[in-house]
């Protein structure tokens, strides 16, 4: 791995640019931190990394075996399925077959008990439980580029501790992106970049 | 070239009205078919053309061509409009019903079926690069419909549409082909023009 | 470049997903087999006794099939754009994985609605069906197609603003080289009429066309 470059990207929403020729660099074994008021892009960044989004002009790069995935609150898991059931389907999706074992660890790692809540709907999950599932498949898929766009809230400060934890190990193999206003978050970053209004 | 266009057309109009004669036992209202003809060829060169530029679009994501798309789509759907009025006037004078689900007449009705389609789709997405794109793609789809219906049509419907060209050769009038070709060159123009605006 | 096995797991899951969805939240095919019955019922009642030709009946089929599918089809995206589990599922699935995997979910659906308003629809119409196999294949071939375009359909219709109608609107141009000839073909099955078998290859011609269309137009979106 070796980064994801932003040549000369600009993307406008409507009449309002939201970024007009931007160049960037994201290097692998970092953490990069990006703050900025509402409304600044902090989000649209991070789809534009992942080429959720494509620009207007310009690209942006990346090696072409990596694969992205992602923690957002706009990027919801079935309700209507099981907790294990959503695990086990993100990571079919990416060729990764799950074993019983890998699952209870998955959920050891992100505080969320599969013995007592694996087989239980999403629906009945409160928001920082969702959270911690969804964190459970990003690990699973364990992809190169890690796109987290407020990854720690609605948590509490175990699961905050569990998920820092869990992000500056994995750092040292991955391109992880971070999109917060909060300071606890923007501590653990090596680089931070300040989206202007 | 707003000269030309001009021009051409006084003198087809001219040339309907006192140079043309009147179309055996239909009397001077059947003249409308140098109407018909040519609305009913740029209706379909409209389809074409709406199709080509959503194919340019795609390939080169320039807005241009979706506004280009767009504009033929427009037009189309108008001169489709008076094209099916104007046929439905020849068709009452000449087989004695407004309608009968005549070949032609069933494909012109498919035509105006999907321009409309195409605007209503255009109209319901606000978001100006989502709409481009999603349209584009309808606009091809619905462009592969075209060669079938020309096959399984002419199968399902009985024909009243005089063929101009018949096995024992051209049935029409020399002077009637000659305007009628003008017409549609002429109208041809007007489309050319309108798009360029 | 994926490998072909790959992609096929990837669509398997995605079947069985929606499958267990569907099972799960029934409203969905509830609405769509429900809406065919109410409309076979309605138009049984009010043509009642009288004795109706075989392209009547034919075209009643086929329309009844159209409309029921377009409540059963239009949200194959857009339930998942509300539930906004569709950028996860876009994020992590392959593009033409999740085409073809809906693909799959619609043409099943249909071909359930399809066994449950055939008999009911020969019930109450009194059909008599000469060619069984010649209406089974039509169907058959008719509904690949009403899946393939449906399920693109519904992707374009995902981001308008208006829903109600728009994919109706949208399906029915685009499928009509297969509904004409199905309905002839439909027709001729309830007689003893010759058989015109290039209306067939018309239809799974037709199919082809829309499958590989959409396959590449869908990597446009």
Redesign the interface.
């Known amino acids: 791995m070796t980064g994801i470059f932003f040549d000369a990207v600009t993307l406008s929403f409507g009449k309002r640019k939201i970024f007009d020729n931007v160049t960037l660099k994201f290097d692998c074994r970092k953490i990069f931190g990006v703050t900025g008021a509402n409304g600044s892009g902090k989000s649209t960044l991070l789809k534009l990394a992942g080429k959720i989004l494509h620009p207007d002009s310009g690209t942006v790069n990346f090696p072409d075996n990596a694969q992205i995935a992602a923690l957002s609150p706009e990027m919801k898991i079935y309700d209507a399925l099981t907790a294990v059931e959503n695990l086990k389907f993100f990571a079919r999706l990416r060729g990764k077959i799950l074993s019983d074992e890998k699952i209870f660890e998955l959920g050891r790692r992100t505080g969320l008990d599969m013995k007592t809540f694996g087989n239980e709907r999403t629906e009945n999950f409160s928001t920082g439980m969702r959270q911690r599932l969804k964190f459970a498949i990003l690990l699973a898929v364990d992809a190169d580029i890690w796109l987290l766009d407020e990854p720690t809230a609605n948590l509490d400060d175990t699961g905050r501790e569990n998920f820092f934890a869990e992000i500056q190990a994995a750092k040292s193999e991955k391109i992880i992106l971070l999109a917060t206003n909060d300071v606890a978050e923007a501590q653990i970053c090596d680089e931070i970049i300040r989206l202007p209004m | 070239m707003n000269k030309i266009i001009f021009l051409l057309t006084t003198g087809i109009v001219a040339a309907i009205i006192f140079f043309v004669p009147p179309i055996k036992g239909l009397g001077e209202l059947a003249k409308i078919i140098f109407f018909h003809v040519p609305t009913a060829w740029v209706s379909v060169v409209a389809f074409f053309s709406s199709a080509f530029f959503a194919s340019k679009f795609l390939r080169t994501n320039n807005f241009s061509f979706d506004e280009l798309s767009a504009r033929a789509a427009k037009l189309g759907f108008v001169f489709v409009l008076l094209s099916t009025i104007s046929g439905a006037i020849f068709s009452k004078l000449t087989w004695g019903a407004y309608w009968n689900w005549d070949p032609r007449q069933t494909t012109i009705f498919v035509l105006i079926l999907i321009y409309g389609a195409y605007l209503t789709l255009r109209a319901a997405i606000t978001d100006e690069k989502i709409r481009a794109k999603v349209s584009a793609v309808y606009s091809l789809l619905s462009v592969l419909t075209v060669p079938f219906l020309v096959f399984v049509i002419p199968r399902m419907y009985f024909s009243l549409h005089p063929s101009p060209i018949s096995s024992s050769g051209v049935e029409m009038d020399s002077e009637v082909v000659i305007v009628l070709v003008a017409a549609v060159v002429d109208a041809t123009l007007i489309f050319v023009r309108l798009m360029r605006r | 470049m994926k490998l072909f096995g790959?992609r096929c797991?990837?669509v398997l899951?995605?079947v069985r997903?929606d499958f267990?969805?569907n099972l799960?939240?029934r409203a969905t095919f509830a609405a769509m087999m429900m809406f065919a019955l109410t409309t076979v019922a309605s138009l049984s009642l009010s043509t009642g006794g009288a004795i109706l030709d075989e392209k009547f009946l034919a075209a009643i089929l086929w329309v009844v099939i159209f409309f029921a599918a377009t409540a059963g089809l239009s949200g194959t995206f857009d339930d998942e754009a509300q539930?906004?589990?569709l950028?996860?599922?876009?994020?992590?699935?392959?593009a033409q994985?999740i085409l073809f995997g809906k693909m799959f979910v619609s043409m099943l659906s249909l071909l359930a609605l399809t066994i449950f308003i055939l008999p009911i629809f020969c019930v109450l119409f009194d059909v008599n069906v000469e060619k069984i196999f010649l209406l089974l294949a039509t169907i058959l071939f008719g509904l690949i197609g009403l899946a393939a375009?449906g399920t693109?359909?519904a992707a374009?219709?995902t981001?308008?603003?208006?829903k109600g109608g728009?994919f109706a609107?949208?399906l029915?141009?685009?499928t009509?080289?297969i509904f004409?000839?199905a309905i002839?073909l439909t027709e001729i099955s309830f007689t003893s009429a010759q058989v015109?078998s290039s209306?067939l290859v018309?239809i799974g011609?037709?199919d082809t066309?829309?499958i590989l269309?959409?396959s590449i137009?869908y990597d446009?979106?």
Do not use: E, H, N
């Open positions: 790959s797991d990837c899951a995605i997903k267990l969805l799960r939240r539930a906004g589990t950028s996860t599922l876009k994020l992590y699935g392959d994985a375009a693109l359909t374009l219709t981001s308008a603003k208006i728009l609107i949208l029915f141009p685009v009509l080289p004409l000839p002839r015109d209306l018309v011609a037709f066309i829309l269309a959409s137009l446009y979106l």
